[in-house]
């Protein structure tokens, strides 16, 4: 009897072995395996589809691709996987993560992909090598063990740049926001159609070196909305003027008679003093001084500009 029981194991046992030699189907701990003749290693177990469940999910081959398809194989299934919305070794791809902007911090050559930082934060590729190509982003998870995470570049991907990317191949302006279809295109150009301001402090102690400019510049072509001279205690200014301009304008903005450094308050002018264009060139704005007042004396002027789409 225990002869005839050995013989129908494959049935009533664990194990069921297919045919002389063949693979076994076999029950391990409430899993079923493929297993090989030997029950040494798994098998493969070719279907071109299974459901998941009573009435769950169909997944299948679909033309070489794998489908995940509803029960009845009408539509495709939706598949949760939490809502990842950072990067990391084992995060799952989504339409969301690829369709946001990522802020990039800063840059880095393909070649030699920096180790994770102390810092989370979004790197741009701007020179291709090793494993990327330009216009790759890297995910630094902060955790300071380890390399950052490639993130391949894809259409419609959108990345926002806080600071000057310059030393690749791939160049990418501070403060620009652009959309990736093949490389990097800018949303806009620079900054033009938005409008910025440039302000310039003053006070007394500057009238001795006659002139004072601006650290940043008006880029050429640029349309000027209007200029602001506010004076904060304007009796410590009782014997000085200002122009505000350029270096080859000088009164360009306001000559000394669109403002009254002696009376604390605003002086606007809308445009330019003399309607004349910005220039050519991009350039400083410049304050130019006359006269000696008193100690203490303090004012600003702010430019506001803009350049223009077309």
Known sequence: MANIFQK????????????????????????????????????????????????????????????????????????????????????????????????VGDEFNGTSPPANSGTVQYLLCTSTGGAYTAGDLAFDNGTSTGTVTRIPATDGMVVSVTTALNTGTLTVDPGVQAWFSGSFTPLLTGDSGIAQSIMVEFSDADFAGVTKSSTATIPADAI????????????????????????????LLQATTDNDLTTAGLNIVEGTSTNADWGAAALAVQLTFTGSPSPGGQGRVVVTYVEPKT
């Open 8 to 103: 129908i194991a494959g049935i009533i046992g664990s194990t069921f072995q297919i045919g002389i030699g063949g693979p076994k189907v076999k029950n391990n701990s409430g899993d079923i395996e493929a297993r090989n003749a030997a029950d040494s290693a798994y098998t493969s177990f070719r279907t071109n589809g299974y459901y998941l469940g009573a009435s769950g999910p169909y997944i299948k081959n679909s033309s070489g691709t794998l489908a995940i398809r509803d029960s009845s194989d009408a539509t495709y299934a939706p598949l949760n996987a939490g809502t990842p919305t950072t990067w990391g070794d084992n995060a799952l791809v989504t339409a969301s993560m690829l369709q946001k902007a990522f802020i």
């Open 224 to 251: 000027i909305l209007n200029t602001r001279v506010q004076v904060f205690n304007g009796a410590a200014f009782n014997a000085g003027t200002v122009a505000v301009g350029h270096s080859s304008a000088a009164a």
